[in-house]
């Protein structure tokens, strides 16, 4: 009786490890279950890391090139916009430069004329007054002869013989004095009116020298103004691809120890219940 209790207290010791060890056996199995789940729900967001990663760095890229385009483009077209202004102003103040040039040489040219006539009226007058003198010479001469003759004429009435030619020598060197006096005259004024001649020359000579210095210097057309360039193309480098993030496989339980350890333990537990009841 007491042996066979023995057996089935055995027998139940044994069944309760072996059932624990089933028991541990599907918990280690669960509990791997579960660790291969997480590994692979981390393995999974980690790719979709990368994707999003990936997807926003191609954004970056592509958004940093169209700007840069853009940005080429509008520099350039500022460029050229300034390059063509600068071109019209370059041109614009040539043409003023060469109206005020064509004004400066008008404002000579009517200044030359202006010194020519007044040369030639100053020059006209001074003939007019080297030739009043020499008519107003020619009227003294003329009347000096006839005042010789008449003299000479009253001489000869009047007296006689020697005083007679003694008036008459009288009277001409009296004429001839006079003659010489009108000549001497005439000489210096001819002399005086070829030095006002050359005075007039000379002061329309400076006149046309100070008009000549103060017209402008005719303008010349600046070089052209270089067009502008464009710069080198950037090169662009592709975005580095982004990998999932390493994720370590997770540590595995045995699912077979659990099972051998109950087994054993069931075993163990017999042998100890049937020492026992041998030695009762």
């Not at 890391?49 to 483009?73: C, G």
């Not at 600068?86 to 005020?100: G, H, N, P, V, W």
């Not at 997770?250 to 017999?270: D, K, Y």
């Amino acid at each position: 009786m007491a042996v066979a209790w023995l057996a089935v207290t055995a027998g139940l010791s044994a069944a309760s490890s072996i059932a624990g060890g089933v028991s541990n056996s599907m918990s280690a199995g669960a509990q791997n279950r579960r660790a291969e789940q997480n590994a692979e729900y981390q393995r999974q967001e980690a790719e979709n890391a990368a994707l999003v990663q990936n997807s926003y760095n191609k954004l970056v890229a592509e958004a940093e090139r169209i700007n840069y385009e853009r940005q080429r483009e509008y520099q350039w077209q500022t460029a050229v916009q300034n390059w063509q202004y600068q071109t019209q102003i370059k041109d614009f103040e040539y043409l003023q430069s060469a109206r005020e040039y064509l004004g400066s040489v008008e404002n000579t040219q009517q200044q030359l004329t202006y010194n020519t006539v007044a040369a030639q009226q100053a020059q006209e007058q001074e003939q007019a007054s080297i030739a009043e003198i020499l008519n107003e010479a020619a009227f003294q001469q003329e009347g000096m002869i006839i005042e010789q003759l008449q003299n000479e004429g009253r001489a000869a009435m009047m007296q006689a013989g020697g005083s007679r030619a003694k008036a008459i020598q009288s009277t001409v060197a009296e004429q001839g004095r006079n003659a010489a006096i009108l000549s001497a005259s005439l000489l210096s004024a001819g002399q005086q009116s070829q030095r006002n001649m050359r005075d007039i020359a000379l002061s329309r000579y400076a006149d046309d020298l100070k008009a000549r210095n103060a017209m402008m210097i005719e303008p010349e057309r600046l070089p052209d103004i270089p067009k502008p360039i464009k710069a080198p193309d950037r090169v662009f480098v592709e975005p580095m691809m982004a990998t999932p993030a390493y994720i370590p496989a997770p540590l595995r339980q045995n699912t077979f120890a659990p099972v051998i350890q109950g087994v054993g333990q069931a075993f163990g537990t017999a042998a100890n219940t049937i020492a026992m009841g041998l030695d009762s």
